[in-house]
């Protein structure tokens, strides 16, 4: 007869990422440090928010009961600036980052434009939209001319980033069976690359239509014209109905373009 | 003692999984259902704890009904029913640990289970059922790390650790090798045996089934067509259970199969 | 042997098919012609023409950057760091729920609560933070609070809409088997569901934070503190050396906190 186990009575889950416990105790303590310091930064104006308790209020009622009338003109203004900013931003967007999209893959492109190509990638990606919109609007004065250059800059660092990744992530057979047919660089592209990322380029293309409108409501308010302009003036004149009423044409723009540009990428596929 | 009586379900697109289905298992037996694919043995072991939903028949587990609970009774009528999966479906991330102790979740309330603070026989229980299936050292280890047969050892474990009155295993050696296929059968009956457990086994291993389990059900269509030990597991029998190259019957059956896996997708769908 | 047997003539596509492709390209040159012609009616050319010898002179007062003024960017910087950080912590929060209501295979009402779940991800998506602190700064008064509120709105969308698809695709084997056990629904909610989306939830909040830091570097530009105050502060007096400074500033930001980003995710997976 075997002398009955005595098995543990207590289990304590084993920590799974940190497994120092005094790394776990220090990730902890200046977790709790840093929630203090960063919330002790934060210094609500009670009296004002108090005050503006009301305007909240009114902006959610002006949101559930918008006014889209008085201001109409100025509104389909604004609108039709921001659509065909969006339009052709995207439109020479593309068209600029497709040769800069070839230039920035690595397996097509000889390292000197490589480099430049990336360069200009990269300073596309890291100045924000608004900023860029800033001197733009400094340069070019005030107007949707300053928000399409804004945009049509920032489709560049998207489209031509994600398009040299799929260039370089195609099948390199492909391009060999061609190049060994005695075909030049520019038919390799045409015949071996193009059929490849096309699909995709056509997708990306209106994802970022998608997301150019989006922008074109934001630069606006920097002074880049568009629909972003017409919002800032009904808040600073509080018309908080015409504000909804906007939101409102956004949200309900947005949906529509995420929905057709989803379907019209799964029928182009 | 688990009885089943004129177990019918018909799926949504109108495909008959099982119709008519009767038949009574005894405390300690181990029972292997064996058929074609799609034959309806997942759907039948998947409505005897209900994740598939039943059309027409009664099931009753030592007297009580299964059919027609409500959903907090059903909760308490699964807990006292253990089953072990094809691919294990265990919980990857989680520990081996915390896999046992998911076998309890139907005893603890939700804050018990939420702070993995289960009661001192709750965890006693799961160290010993993991030292039976010999993976006392991997308690601490992630699911994931396991070999198929340790993870399939887990399993095991997690449905002991509900204290069951009934053993419900789909296919538990589909995704294993022949050996460990062997190991983990052997294990499955003797644990049985030790507590009197009935069990029904799903399983398509004509040869591994005769050689381990006590009586055998096969199915054909949706309907028993053979019920005997495994000794009366004649050639004939096979045909009436297989047929001779009623390739038909078996191209329309792995159909009704993948009818059972969406059908029960759903339902978690919906049940989660 | 001669090749006369065979058509002289191959196209891809059959004609009808080709014509259409070229009547779509076409209809897309009129349509961007149109817009332009249209986004351009109120473009004064002169400032354009105008805009090398502007861009030039903007070039020139920006160098040297004014490096003194770097010490009184420390606190701000502070604060932008803070306004990303809460408001990634609240966008999180208020997105958990909204995502476990909107996937199809959690939510505990398919006809009311998942429609309303979505649509606050589309609201909060198509509206930039920059939006909603323009809002926020209108309703409680300028300050880091709304920043961090405007950040946190804008989250819910981003990281809701991700972490449902992410819940969507769980596998469901590990649902049924915890089912099988007796668990109550919030029961297979913490052990099967749960572990299954934790490394893309961890995946998708860092990945927020850095692009939440991008963000709020400039909410300021309307008020909400940090960076952007400083940035608009300058603007306005067109002290141009300092703005190069805060720019630089924000840049050094950005890149750092996406490499912090990407080094993080790639310990999660």
Redesign the interface.
């Known amino acids: 007869m075997q002398a009955p ?1 005595q ?8 920590p ?1 990422i940190f497994t120092d416990p005094l790394w776990r105790r220090i990730l902890f303590v200046g977790a709790a440090v ?1 929630l203090v310091l ?2 002790s ?5 009670w009296a ?2 108090a ?3 009301q ?2 209020l009114r ?1 959610i009622g002006g949101f559930l009961q918008p006014d889209f009338t008085s201001r109409w003109r100025d509104i389909s203004n604004g609108l ?2 921001s ?3 969006t ?2 931003s995207t ?1 020479v967007g593309v068209l600029i980052s497709v040769p800069i999209g070839i230039g920035a893959a690595r397996n097509v492109a000889p390292p000197a434009v490589y480099y430049i190509c990336r360069g200009i990638i990269a300073a596309s990606r ?3 939209e ?2 860029v919109a ?2 733009f609007v ?4 005030f ?3 300053a928000g ?1 250059l804004t945009l049509a800059f920032g489709t560049i660092g998207f489209l031509a980033k994600l398009l040299a990744e799929d260039i370089e992530d195609i099948d390199e057979s492909q391009a060999e069976a061609i190049r060994a047919t005695g075909a030049s660089w520019a038919q390799m592209i045409n015949y071996a690359i193009q059929p490849q990322v096309m699909p995709r380029l056509i997708g990306l293309s209106l994802y970022r239509l998608d997301i150019n409108f ?2 074109s ?2 630069i606006g ?2 002074g880049a014209g568009g629909i ?1 302009a017409t ?2 003036t009904a ?1 600073d004149r ?1 018309e908080y109905d015409s ?1 909804g009423a906007i ?1 409102l044409i ?2 309900l723009l ?2 529509a373009a ?1 929905y057709s540009s989803s379907y019209l990428r799964k029928f182009l596929q | 003692m688990l009885e089943i009586s004129h177990l019918t379900k018909t799926y949504k697109t109108g495909d008959k999984a099982l119709s008519d289905v009767s038949f009574t298992v005894p405390q300690g037996q181990v029972l292997g259902l064996i058929g074609p694919s799609g034959a309806g043995k997942s759907t039948l072991i998947r409505c005897i704890n209900r994740l598939v939903e039943p059309t027409a028949g009664s099931i009753t587990l030592s007297g009580e009904p299964i059919t027609g609970l409500g959903a907090a009774d059903l909760r308490r009528m699964r807990r006292r029913i253990g089953m072990i999966f094809q691919e294990y479906a265990l919980v990857e991330r989680l520990t081996v640990m915390e896999n046992v102790l998911s076998g309890r979740l139907g005893y603890v309330g939700f804050w018990t289970s939420l702070t993995r603070r289960f009661g001192p026989d709750d965890v006693r229980r799961a160290y010993r059922l993991l030292d039976r299936v010999g993976l006392m050292d991997h308690a601490d280890k992630r699911a994931d790390a396991l070999s198929g047969g340790q993870r399939q050892r887990v399993g095991i474990a997690r449905a002991l650790a509900q204290e069951p009155e009934l053993l419900l295993v789909d296919e538990p050696t589909a995704s294993l090798d022949p050996k460990t296929s062997r190991q983990i059968m052997r294990l499955l009956t003797e644990i049985c045996a030790e507590a009197g457990l009935p069990a029904i086994v799903n399983i398509h291993d004509v040869p591994l089934a005769q050689q381990f389990v006590a009586r055998i059900i096969g199915l054909r269509a949706g309907r028993v067509v053979f019920d005997g030990t495994p000794d009366q597991l004649t050639h004939e029998a096979l045909t009436a259970i297989y047929g001779a190259e009623d390739w038909e019957a078996m191209r329309k059956g792995n159909e009704e199969d993948h009818e059972a896996e969406r059908d029960a997708a759903l339902r978690m769908a919906a049940i989660v | 042997m001669t090749d006369t047997a065979h058509p002289a003539v191959w196209r891809r596509r059959t004609p009808l098919a080709a014509l259409l492709i070229w009547a779509g390209w076409f209809a897309l040159v009129v349509l961007f012609v149109f817009c332009w012609h249209v986004m351009n009616r109120n473009t004064i050319w002169e400032f354009v023409w105008d805009a090398p010898r502007q861009a030039a002179d903007i070039g020139d007062r920006m160098f040297p950057p004014r490096w003194s003024y770097l010490p009184e960017l420390l606190v701000p910087l502070w604060d932008t760091l803070n306004m990303a950080t809460l408001g990634t912590l609240l966008g999180v929060i208020l997105a958990v729920p909204v995502a476990f209501l909107a996937a199809r295979n959690t939510t505990p009402s398919a006809a009311v609560l998942r429609p309303a779940a979505l649509f606050v991800i589309v609201g909060s998506r198509s509206i930039n933070s920059l939006i909603w602190a323009l809002l926020l700064v209108a309703v409680m008064g300028p300050g880091l609070l709304a920043g961090i509120v405007a950040i946190g709105l804008r989250s819910i969308g981003f990281i809701g809409k991700l972490l449902y698809e992410a819940i969507e695709e769980v596998d469901t084997a590990p649902v049924e088997a915890v089912t099988a056990t007796g668990a109550s629904r919030a029961q297979v909610l913490d052990y099967a569901i749960v572990p299954q989306v934790l490394p893309a939830f961890w995946g998708i909040t860092v990945f927020r934070w850095d692009i939440n830091i991008r963000e709020s570097a400039i909410l300021g530009l309307v008020g909400a503190g940090g960076l952007g105050l400083k940035l608009q502060a300058s603007l306005n007096v067109l002290a141009w050396p300092q703005v190069t400074v805060i720019l630089l500033v924000i840049l050094a930001t950005v890149v750092l906190s996406e490499w912090v980003s990407a080094r993080v995710r790639k310990a999660i997976i």
């Open positions: 186990v098995y543990p009575a207590r289990w304590k889950r084993p799974q840093y960063a919330l930064t934060v210094d609500p104006n004002r928010i005050e503006g308790w305007r909240g902006f039709i600036e659509l065909t900013m339009l052709t439109v890291a100045l924000q608004v900023i800033i001197f400094a340069m070019f004065g107007g949707p001319f399409f989006r922008e409501a934001v308010i920097v972003g919002l800032n808040i509080y504000a939101l956004i949200i947005v949906m995420e």
